[in-house]
């Protein structure tokens, strides 16, 4: 079945450090592929999204690109800052739409 | 007003209690679905309604049932609570109808509830 696996966390940074967070993915056809951000506290909201291949998805300075041959979703920051202290969520829209979410990898940056 | 609202925020029940979750939305979507959240396993759907007449179970139904009142409204419940269900539950919806463009949802801010 479908499926999306991420790297484990926590993650702990430096702020202005470089951030990579690993996401694959297992689909048939051609899903969606997303990130999610849960702040403290908060429901989940859209980072960014990609819906075919070689499509990159950015915001906030976060970026990732869809990577079919790989089946690869990375996320990745050039300098995060404390306020990007959250977990982070890799997603995909399979067939019948359903949204199918990983584990989840919690970032911590320090000053 | 949050688009999506969830109450309550945070419930403490007993076992074999029966307990409803109530999710209502203003961003006038057909689809609504409703997900928990359990440490290290991400988000796991319980169950999804794409119209007023249409309810699906999600991976995890088993335990839940659920109540689409109205396009605004979906309810979850839980017939009988057993400590298991201890978890965070989110309600999302979208306005996605298929085929080309992605599914994207829009969260609530989570219902926490602990089952004793």
């Known amino acids: 079945g479908n499926s999306v696996t991420q790297m484990e966390g926590p993650v702990t940074l430096s702020e202005e450090a470089f951030l990579t967070i690993n996401c694959t993915y297992t689909?048939?056809?051609?899903?969606?592929l997303f990130w999610y951000v849960q702040y403290p506290g908060e429901g989940l909201q859209l980072l960014l999204k990609a819906t075919k291949a070689d499509d990159k998805g950015s915001n906030k300075g976060f970026e990732a690109t869809y990577r079919k041959e790989t089946t690869s979703f990375h996320l990745e920051k050039g300098s995060v800052q404390v306020s990007d202290s959250a977990v982070y969520f890799c997603a995909l829209s399979a067939p019948a739409d359903k949204v199918i979410f990983g584990p989840g990898t919690s970032l911590s940056v320090i000053p | 007003d949050a688009d999506v609202t969830q109450t309550p925020r945070n419930r403490i029940t007993k076992t074999g209690k029966r307990i409803m979750l109530e999710c209502s939305q203003t961003?006038?979507?057909?689809?609504m679905y409703w997900y928990r959240q359990d440490p290290g396993l991400g988000l796991r759907l319980i169950y999804y309604s794409f119209d007023v007449k249409d309810i699906n179970k999600g991976e995890i139904s088993d335990g839940y049932s659920v109540s689409r009142q109205a396009q605004a409204k979906f309810s979850l419940s839980l017939e009988s609570a057993i400590p298991n269900q201890t978890a965070l539950y989110f309600c999302?919806?979208?306005?996605?109808?298929?085929?080309?463009?992605?599914?994207?949802?829009?969260f609530g801010a989570g219902s926490r509830l602990t089952v004793l």
């Open positions: 961003k006038g979507h057909d689809r």
């Open positions: 689909a048939t056809g051609y899903p969606s």
């Open positions: 999302a919806t979208s306005d996605f109808r298929g085929g080309r463009g992605a599914n994207v949802l829009t």
